[in-house]
């Protein structure tokens, strides 16, 4: 009778202990690691991008891209705890549309845009629900848009300095896995003459919203 009792005793005593065993084990394993002493990751990701116009021609007409899908990659390299470098590549293929000032206007060719930029990123994680991690974030940087258009006119490409900014957040599935949405825009230059009736020098505006599976490396 004793013995059983002792036997019970135990199983008592250890099963609050195995549980915060399991549980420690978990918060290791899944969800609970911290951002901010996370290695390298790499985040593919898929979006949309609203193009901006890339010439303002005479009497209110103007080109531009239509909206079109964004795909890309970043690689996020930690500097301290809040402070990490990123490097960003993405690519939108649209068709390229003349704008007339009474609207709309006729889709004259394709366009293609291709992004490469080094941003700087500063977060600011703190702990979710059930223990997983939420991170937000702020992205700016500076890079290079290239454009290359190509109509019944001819075609032409243009490489020039762009900068962008943007927002995000990233939440915590598991240790290594995560998952992203970014909001940006990119700021473009065309300086060189497209193939159409008139060229220019010109701004273009460009935001993207995308989303992305974070993978710590």
């Known amino acids: ?23 420690a084990q978990y918060r290791v394993r899944y969800g609970y690691g911290d951002p901010s002493s996370a290695g390298v990751s790499l985040t593919p990701y898929v979006g949309y991008m609203d193009m901006g116009h890339y010439i303002n021609g005479p009497l209110g007409t103007s080109a531009s891209g239509a909206d079109a899908g964004l795909v890309g990659a970043q690689l996020t390299l930690p500097l301290t705890p809040h402070i990490a ?16 000032p009474a609207g709309g206007g006729p889709t004259i060719g394709n366009s293609e845009v291709w992004l490469f930029d080094g941003d700087m ?17 702020l ?22 300095f762009a900068w962008n900014i943007g927002g995000g957040i990233d939440y915590s599935v598991s240790r290594e896995l995560g998952l992203r949405v970014l909001a940006k825009d ?12 008139y060229s220019g020098d010109h701004y273009t505006d460009n935001f993207s919203i995308s989303a992305g599976l974070v993978w710590h490396l």
């Not at 013995?3 to 549980?23: C, D, H, Q």
């Not at 990123?121 to 974030?137: D, E, I």
């Open 85 to 100: 470098f990123v490097a960003n590549g993405a690519h939108a293929n649209s068709t390229l549309v003349f704008a007339e």
């Open 121 to 137: 990123q500063l977060s600011a994680p703190f702990r979710g629900q059930m223990g997983h991690w939420v991170t937000p974030f």
């Open 186 to 197: 990119y700021i473009g230059h065309w300086s060189e003459p497209v193939a159409l009736p």
């Open 139 to 160: 992205q700016f940087g500076l890079g290079a848009m290239r454009y290359e258009t190509q109509n019944t006119a001819g075609s032409a490409a243009s490489t020039n």
């Open 1 to 23: 009778m004793q013995s059983r009792l002792k036997v019970a005793l135990s199983l008592a005593l250890l099963l609050p202990l195995t549980g915060a065993t399991l549980e």
